[in-house]
C-alpha cells in the first residue's frame, strides 16, 4: 500500500499530527514511505514531493503548521488539472491520495473522487471548525484555547482604565471561536455572523454595566459578523483571487461606534493569525492522531471520495460531497441559551 498526503488551505495547529500518525501507521502495517506532496496542490502539479519514512516525523506532533508547507488554490485552476493529478498520483505508484484541508480542499478533493473517478479520501482541518459531516475539527481547540487567554488578558486592563475592549476572531462565515471563547472569556457580547446585531443593543448592554460599577467590558467579534442593515456602516468585504471574501476592519468600527455611543474609551485587539499559530493543545494533538490513523485506515480500505469524521467521541466517515458549498454554522440554541446569562 502506497499512500500520498498534502496539505491544502490555511495552516492549522495538529497537521503534523495527521502527518505524523499517518506516516507511522504505513510504515508499520506495510514498510512503505508516504509520499508528502510539497505545497499543496502545487507539489502535485509540478511533481515536488518527498518520502517520509517513521524517522521523518519523529518529534514533529507539538509543531504547529505543517512540514509539508500549504497554498490555496486546486488543480481545476489548470485547464488539464484532474489528468495531471491521476499521471502525478501514476508516477508516483501511489493507491491514494490523503487531503488533508478545510471546505475548500475538501471540496476540491470530492469532485476529483466522484466526478473524475480519483482514489482520494479527505480529513477535515480547519481552526474554524465550519466542516460539515464531522462535530469536530482539530485546531478549533487550539484557537479557542489562545482567544480565551486573550480575553482573560483583556478583562484586567479594561478593569483598569474603565474601558471598552473589542476583539476580533477569526472564523469567516462561522462564529464557533467567537462564540465559545465568548463563553469561555465572560464576554459582555458576542457578535457573530449567522445572526446580524443590533449596535445600539450592544451599547446599551455596556453603558448598563458601567453604570452598576462594572468596568471590564469586553466585546467579542467574529470577522465575519454583519450589523442589522442600516444600523451601522461596515468597512468594505472585497473577494480575492481564490474567490474567499476578505473580511476586515469590523472590529474597529465596532469600537467607534460604542465609544461614540456610550462615552467609554473602546480599544480594539485583532488577535488575526496568532490564533493559528504555535503548538497545537493536547486536546488536538490526541484528535489529529486518531484522524490520521483513521485516514490511512480509510485510503486502505478503498474509501475514495470519503472524508474522516468525528460523531460524538467516535471516529468514523462521511462522504467529502457533504462539504461541497456548504458551511457548518454555530449552534444557535446555544447562543440563545447564553445571552442572558452572559450578556447584562
Known amino acids: 500500500?502506497?499512500?500520498?498526503?498534502?496539505?491544502?488551505?490555511?495552516?492549522?495547529?495538529?497537521?503534523?499530527?495527521?502527518?505524523?500518525?499517518?506516516?507511522?501507521?504505513?510504515?508499520?502495517?506495510h514498510g512503505t514511505p508516504v509520499t508528502g506532496f510539497?505545497?499543496?496542490?502545487?507539489?502535485?502539479?509540478?511533481?515536488?514531493?518527498?518520502?517520509?519514512?517513521?524517522?521523518?516525523?519523529?518529534?514533529?506532533?507539538?509543531?504547529?503548521?505543517?512540514?509539508?508547507?500549504?497554498?490555496?488554490?486546486?488543480?481545476?485552476?489548470h485547464p488539464d488539472g484532474p489528468?495531471?493529478?491521476?499521471?502525478?498520483?501514476?508516477?508516483?505508484?501511489?493507491?491514494?491520495?490523503?487531503?488533508?484541508?478545510?471546505?475548500?480542499?475538501?471540496?476540491?478533493?470530492?469532485?476529483?473522487?466522484?466526478?473524475?473517478?480519483?482514489?482520494?479520501?479527505?480529513?477535515?482541518?480547519?481552526?474554524?471548525?465550519?466542516?460539515?459531516?464531522?462535530?469536530?475539527?482539530f485546531g478549533f481547540d487550539t484557537a479557542l484555547q489562545i482567544a480565551t487567554d486573550a480575553i482573560d488578558r483583556l478583562h484586567t486592563t479594561a478593569e483598569s482604565h474603565d474601558r471598552i475592549m473589542v476583539i476580533e476572531v477569526m472564523g469567516r462565515d462561522a462564529g464557533w471561536i467567537a462564540l465559545h471563547a465568548g463563553i469561555a472569556g465572560s464576554a459582555t457580547a458576542i457578535l457573530v455572523p449567522e445572526v446580524a446585531f443590533d449596535i445600539a443593543r450592544v451599547a446599551e448592554l455596556v453603558a448598563r454595566?458601567?453604570?452598576?460599577?462594572?468596568?471590564?467590558?469586553?466585546?467579542?467579534?467574529?470577522?465575519?459578523?454583519?450589523?442589522?442593515?442600516?444600523?451601522?456602516?461596515?468597512?468594505?468585504?472585497?473577494?480575492d483571487r481564490h474567490g474567499h471574501r476578505v473580511y476586515r476592519g469590523l472590529a474597529a468600527a465596532v469600537a467607534a461606534e460604542l465609544s461614540a455611543r456610550t462615552g467609554y474609551e473602546a480599544r480594539v485587539t485583532l488577535l488575526g493569525h496568532v490564533q493559528r499559530g504555535g503548538t497545537p493543545t493536547a486536546h488536538d494533538r490526541v484528535l489529529a492522531t486518531r484522524l490520521g490513523?483513521?485516514?490511512?485506515d480509510l485510503a486502505e480500505g478503498g474509501g475514495a471520495g470519503r472524508m474522516v469524521s468525528v460523531r460524538g467521541a467516535d471516529i468514523g466517515s462521511e462522504p467529502m460531497s457533504v462539504t461541497r458549498g456548504r458551511t457548518r454554522t454555530i449552534d444557535l440554541g446555544l447562543l440563545d441559551g447564553v445571552t442572558a446569562a452572559l450578556l447584562g
Not at 496539505?7 to 510504515?27: H, Q
Not at 489528468?83 to 498520483?89: E, G, M, S, T
Not at 488533508?100 to 473517478?117: E, F, I, K, R, Y
Request: a negative charge; charged letters at 25%.
Open 38 to 77: 510539497l505545497d499543496a496542490w502545487d507539489g502535485v502539479i509540478e511533481g515536488r514531493a518527498i518520502a517520509l519514512e517513521a524517522e521523518d516525523v519523529r518529534g514533529i506532533l507539538p509543531r504547529g503548521g505543517t512540514i509539508l508547507g500549504t497554498r490555496r488554490g486546486s488543480p481545476f485552476d
Open 209 to 239: 454595566r458601567h453604570a452598576r460599577g462594572r468596568y471590564a467590558s469586553v466585546v467579542v467579534v467574529a470577522e465575519g459578523a454583519t450589523p442589522v442593515e442600516g444600523t451601522m456602516s461596515v468597512p468594505d468585504r472585497p473577494v
Open 83 to 137: 489528468v495531471l493529478v491521476r499521471q502525478a498520483l501514476d508516477s508516483q505508484g501511489l493507491d491514494a491520495l490523503v487531503v488533508v484541508g478545510g471546505n475548500g480542499s475538501l471540496t476540491v478533493a470530492s469532485m476529483l473522487a466522484d466526478d473524475h473517478g480519483l482514489p482520494v479520501v479527505g480529513v477535515p482541518k480547519t481552526i474554524d471548525n465550519d466542516i460539515e459531516g464531522t462535530d469536530e475539527c
Open 1 to 29: 500500500m502506497r499512500l500520498g498526503i498534502l496539505t491544502g488551505g490555511g495552516d492549522c495547529p495538529g497537521t503534523n499530527g495527521v502527518i505524523r500518525a499517518l506516516v507511522r501507521r504505513v510504515s508499520e502495517r
Open 293 to 296: 490513523l483513521a485516514a490511512a
